[in-house]
């Protein structure tokens, strides 16, 4: 194994482990939400980052379990974000994506759960 596939890897597995935090995160969000509450609007934007996330994994790619029990959507979203900073992926992506889990933890840390 070469340097730069175990870099492709080791990102692959980091990437999976974000669309699973994001996609429990939406989950929760969605939980017992009122149909025109702000935190619908929240999971759909968790929901959205989740998805062009995802795009960067290989379509076979298996997403192995990371364990998110006993945490908020908040600690969910700063996990993410923490998971990025060792994601050696072009910093156009990273800024973007690390913008986008900003703007979601802000909004999230503002609604009343």
């Given at each position: 194994?070469?340097?730069?596939?175990?870099?492709?890897?080791?990102?692959?597995?980091?990437?999976?482990?974000i669309v699973q935090l994001l996609h429990q995160a939406s989950e929760?969000?969605?939980?017992?939400?009122?149909?025109?509450s702000p935190r619908v609007s929240l999971g759909l934007g968790i929901y959205l980052v989740?998805?062009?996330v995802s795009t960067l994994l290989p379509t076979d790619y298996q997403v192995l379990l990371v364990d998110v029990v006993d945490r908020t959507v908040v600690q969910l979203l700063r996990d993410a974000e923490h998971r990025t900073r060792t994601?050696?992926?072009?910093?156009?992506?990273i800024s973007e994506l690390v913008v986008a889990l900003w703007d979601l933890i802000r909004e999230a840390s503002h609604l009343d759960w």
């Open positions: 194994m070469t340097v730069s596939s175990t870099i492709v890897e080791d990102s692959h597995q980091v990437i999976g482990e929760q969000t969605w939980q017992g939400a009122a149909t025109e989740h998805a062009q994601l050696p992926l072009p910093e156009t992506a």
